[in-house]
């Protein structure tokens, strides 16, 4: 088992440029979550999908996009990065809600928006 | 909406002593209240957790006690060891909600 791999591990756009981050999980997982993780910020949760077809916002949703491709993947999207979007993104997934079930992580991306 | 405040931000341990990490929440209905440990370049793992019907639980060298009239709960760290330096993450949740994370906290332990 992989567990939750991501794509991909780093990133460097300039201002105004598209990009989509890629997640996928191999546990059968029904929930997935995207967070981005900023120095002194600890993880905030940028949206998530608790099932396959369903998608919901988090903390911090302005200028992303999600797809829930299918119930092993999904992705995030900028549309047009801003460079207060560098950061590092984490990927996860957890059977259940992650309330109930364990949440496990992937390696992360990290972006460079100049 | 739920609030986790992680204290301290750093935390430097000679190897052996112990650790301490405490954390507070703010909404009444939290029920779940996991620990998670991140090593440099990787995502967090969970080290262990707690619910709101037990006080305290142990695994080995790691305990966490929950005081759910107070609404903080801690990660106490036994025989610290060079392997334990990381950044660890407090987090809470209804349980029918996303978790909500605290700041992180940075543990050195020196040799």
């Known amino acids: 088992n992989a567990g939750v791999t991501q794509t991909p591990k780093f990133q460097v756009l300039k201002t105004g440029q598209s990009m989509t981050l890629q997640c996928a999980q191999d546990?059968?997982?029904?929930?997935m979550y995207w967070y981005r993780q900023d120095p002194g910020m600890g993880l905030r949760l940028i949206y998530y999908s608790a099932s396959e077809g369903t998608t919901d916002k988090g903390e911090v949703p302005n200028g992303y996009n999600v797809s829930r491709l299918n119930k092993r993947e999904f992705s995030l999207r900028l549309e047009s990065a801003a460079p207060s979007q560098t950061s590092v993104y984490f990927c996860a997934s957890s059977q259940g809600l992650a309330g109930i079930d364990t949440q496990y992580f992937g390696p992360g991306t990290r972006l460079t928006v100049l | 909406g739920e609030n986790v405040e992680q204290h301290p931000s750093t935390l430097s341990v000679q190897e052996g002593d112990s650790a301490v990490i405490k954390c507070t929440y703010s909404?009444?209905?939290?029920?779940?209240f996991p620990w998670y440990k991140q090593e440099l370049g990787k995502g967090p793992q969970l080290i262990i957790d707690i619910r709101s019907n037990v006080g305290e639980k142990k695994d080995q060298r790691i305990a966490v006690t929950l005081n759910k009239t107070a609404k903080h709960f801690s990660l106490h760290i036994t025989e610290t060891q060079p392997e334990d330096s990381a950044v660890y993450f407090c987090?809470?949740?209804?349980?029918?909600?996303?978790?909500?994370f605290g700041k992180g906290t940075r543990l050195s332990v020196i040799a």
């Open positions: 546990m059968n997982h029904n929930s």
């Open positions: 987090a809470a949740s209804r349980g029918n909600t996303p978790l909500v």
């Open positions: 909404d009444s209905a939290s029920n779940y």
